[in-house]
Each structure stands twice: as C-alpha cells, then as structure tokens.
Nanobody, 121 residues
C-alpha cells in the first residue's frame, strides 16, 4: 500500500521560511516523479513544484519560482519543499504526490493527506 506522509506545516508570519517533508512508502521511490500541490480555501488545487526521478530536473509554478526549492533524498524516500519569503497568499493545504507519468504537472497516481500552511500578515 502506497503511503505519502507530509509534515512540516504550521502557522508562520509573512517573510518566514518553512520546509515541508513527504515520506513515501510502498512504492519504488526512485522510479517516481514527486510533486507538491496546494489548495487554498475556495480555490482549486494547483501545482506548486515537481522533481523528476530520472534526472532530478525540477519544475515550479510561477507563483513560487524563486522562493521555493524542491529536493529529494532517494535514500530516505523523502521529498522536500523549502519555501522562503512566505506570503499570506501561500496559505493552503499542501499535498505531496507521486507520478510515473512523463508529465510532471499532472496525472499523479498517489496523494498524501496534506499539511496545512498558514501565513499571517
């Protein structure tokens, strides 16, 4: 059974930094592209970042480019999202996901339960 467990969310102030972690189990981690998505209240879920298993190439949404860094540790089956200079509009539930699709922005097979990030102004 595949499990993706996010951690690291919380309440922070605007301008702070946060590192989210996602521990994966039940899948061949180094065969999956890992992604982060988020969903703010009243909005659709949106892509945040992804990192390919093959070459560690990274992809970012424009909203986090320059402030977010995705990384992975295949030895620990863990993917991270470092977010700096957080803004109130970054407030959302952040989800970790895994895909074996060639498209790093869509068609994810597995999802975590999410971790809440709240940024106060």
């Amino acid at each position: 059974q595949v499990q993706l467990a996010e951690s690291g969310g919380g309440l922070v102030q605007a301008g702070d930094s946060l590192r989210l972690s996602c521990a994966a189990s039940g899948l061949t981690f180094n065969g999956y592209t890992m992604g982060w998505f988020r969903q703010a209240p009243g909005k659709e879920r949106e892509f945040v970042a992804a990192i390919r298993w093959l070459d560690y190439r990274t992809y970012y949404a424009d909203a986090v480019k320059g402030r977010g860094t995705i990384s992975r540790d295949n030895a620990k089956n863990t993917v991270y999202l470092q977010m700096n200079s957080l803004k109130p509009e970054d407030t959302a539930v952040y989800y970790c996901a895994a895909t074996n699709s060639i498209n790093p922005r869509d068609n994810y097979n597995y999802w975590g339960q999410g971790t809440q990030v709240t940024v106060s102004s």
